[in-house]
């Protein structure tokens, strides 16, 4: 299936040809926009004029079947139809008014001069009132869409360069791959490179898909309720709608429901998922803190996907909060608040993936200790994975992934019963690096570390089964971590690898060795000598 677009041309380099290219040449021409602008500012004007994009392509080409579906009527009946809001909205398409619609603002890419009936508009006015147009007549959308296009900060007429290269590429597709696919490739594209921009910032609201992958992978999340309580853009429900979609399963079987506390990033996350064709509304209505006022109270998540601020000091702590089951924690750490609360949102046979702190794994700070273990007691951690370090291009310090489950017992979620067990993967290893900062995992990484899980699990997904691997995984019983004092450390468990068969004679190998030795001394003699003669020569 071949994604159609025209192509832009590329400053100096001729034409984009490949989603890549396409991807590098919005960027680098987005990036000329920085201007005197904030990181902040600049990552919403870029995002939102994306968002743009995506909701007017996907306007047009319903516009599109309408007037396939309607050829040979009556002309003005189809022209009634095609300004019908019900139309588009139900089949999942946001409805743009005609001034806000991308044809528009191409056209006035340059800004509307003044006239004696009306003053002049710059290109930053003509978005800001598009953007507003579209937040009231979209419920799901309101309050949700970036207003500073018409800011004195921002360039307007590299804005309206900026306008003129998204017009000459049309993001729309053949078959089922539509609008929101190329374009939620670019929306992800950019997420990625400005959390590589804003460094440590960055990860505050981004989470390295290859991680994100391999938690959907081993949680396989395929119906029911998807929780993230620390949402960030909302890359967790991206990948489990993903994970649906590669294994040919209808992606409305999830419905997902989120907080975030930074208004920014909740923005973000409201168009993330609205470019990828999710729902919403389970992101609430505006940010919130969710130690401080949980949107969500009754929730029960069939899976929890989240990768919460690590470490956080300064928190809405109280003693009395019930969500603290297992132990109330710390007053400067947040790290045990997070999974207890996390715990308290699953159902009956609810999964979670947690990213956490390594220090989580073996703490006994301000009773951590007495935590972890009332957890492990209660039989509610069905494994623990050590990451490597740089998966994070911020940080270069690696993680670890909790994993809980509410029933370990054989069921819907695995044919082995795994009760008093925990299984650990020592994962520091694994991966490559894509240059001095940044490691990633390939496919088969990832498909090593969720097949380990699948196969311990007795999934029906599973291939082969589970068996310990040194230096890799190992399925610990609740007596062998209490006789480690209640410590997660994967490396305690696992043990050192395998070495590898050695059946050469020692005789023969001592020769061997001796004459590599011979030959190596014999080298560096000569080289010596070779050294002191030229030196020699500089006398």
């Known amino acids: 299936m071949t994604d159609t677009m025209s192509r832009p041309s590329t400053p100096g380099n001729g034409v984009a040809t490949t989603s890549k290219e396409l991807k590098d040449t919005l960027w680098k021409a987005a990036d000329k926009l920085r201007g005197s602008m904030g990181a902040g500012q600049y990552k919403d004007v870029v995002l939102g004029l994306v968002f743009l994009k995506y909701v007017s392509d996907a306007f047009e080409e319903r516009r599109d079947a309408i007037r396939a579906e309607l050829a040979g009527e009556d002309p003005d009946y189809l022209a009634d139809t095609l300004e019908e809001a019900d139309e588009y909205l139900g089949e999942g398409v946001f409805w743009v008014a005609p001034e806000a619609r991308w044809d528009y603002i191409s056209a006035n890419a340059k800004g509307i001069p003044a006239t004696a009936t009306q003053d002049a508009q710059s290109i930053g006015e003509i978005i800001d009132h598009a953007m507003r147009t579209i937040s009231s007549d979209n419920r799901a959308l309101s309050g949700t869409l970036p207003t500073m296009f018409g800011r004195d900060n921002i360039d307007q007429r590299r804005l309206g360069e900026l306008v003129d290269l998204f017009n000459s590429a049309r993001f729309t597709g053949e078959g089922a791959t ?61 990948q489990a709608e993903k ?11 999830i419905a997902v429901y989120g907080q975030e506390l930074n208004e920014q990033t909740w923005r973000m996350a409201k168009m993330n998922l609205a470019i990828h064709g999710i729902d919403s509304t389970g992101l609430g209505s505006r940010w919130g803190d969710t130690f401080a006022r949980d949107i969500h109270p009754g929730i029960q998540a069939d899976y929890v996907l989240a990768n919460p601020p690590f470490n956080i000091k300064d928190w809405a702590r109280s003693e009395e909060d019930s969500r603290w089951r297992y132990g109330v924690p710390p007053v400067r750490n947040a790290n045990y608040a997070w999974m207890q609360h996390i715990l308290s949102k699953l159902s009956v046979q609810g999964e979670a993936a947690v990213v956490m702190a390594n220090g989580t794994m ?25 990451m490597p370090p740089n998966l994070f291009r911020s940080v270069a310090i690696p993680v670890c992934v909790w994993f809980f489950a509410k029933d370990k017992g054989i069921g819907t979620k695995g044919n082995i019963d795994r009760q008093g067990e925990v299984l650990f993967i020592d994962a520091r290893e694994m991966g ?31 291939e082969g089964e589970y068996e310990d691997v040194p230096g890799f995984s190992k399925s610990a019983t609740l007596q062998e971590i209490e006789d480690a004092g209640w410590a997660l450390t994967p490396g305690r468990y696992v043990g050192m690898p395998e070495a590898p068969e050695d059946d050469e004679p020692i005789d023969d190998k001592i020769t061997r060795l001796t004459d590599a030795l011979t030959e190596a001394l014999n080298e560096s003699s000569r080289l010596d000598t070779v050294v002191r003669e030229q030196m020699g020569r500089l006398a």
């Open 178 to 238: 539509k609008a929101r696919d190329l374009l939620g490739e670019v929306y992800e594209y950019f997420l990625d490179k400005f959390a590589k921009a804003e460094g440590k910032r960055g990860g505050e609201f981004y989470t390295p898909p290859v991680l994100v992958q391999t938690l959907v992978e081993i949680l396989e999340p395929d119906e029911g309720r998807v929780y993230d309580p620390c949402c960030g853009s909302g890359g967790m429900f991206v």
């Open 362 to 386: 073996a703490s006994n700070t301000g009773g951590e200790g007495d935590i972890r273990k009332a957890m492990l007691q209660d039989d509610v951690v069905s494994c623990v994975i050590a």
């Open 243 to 253: 994970f649906l979609t590669r294994h040919d399963q209808d992606p409305t079987k």
């Open 432 to 462: 490559h690096m894509v240059d001095r900062v940044e490691r990633t995992f390939s496919q088969d990484d990832i498909d090593t570390i969720a097949t380990t899980y699948r196969t311990w699990r007795g999934r029906d997904s599973a």
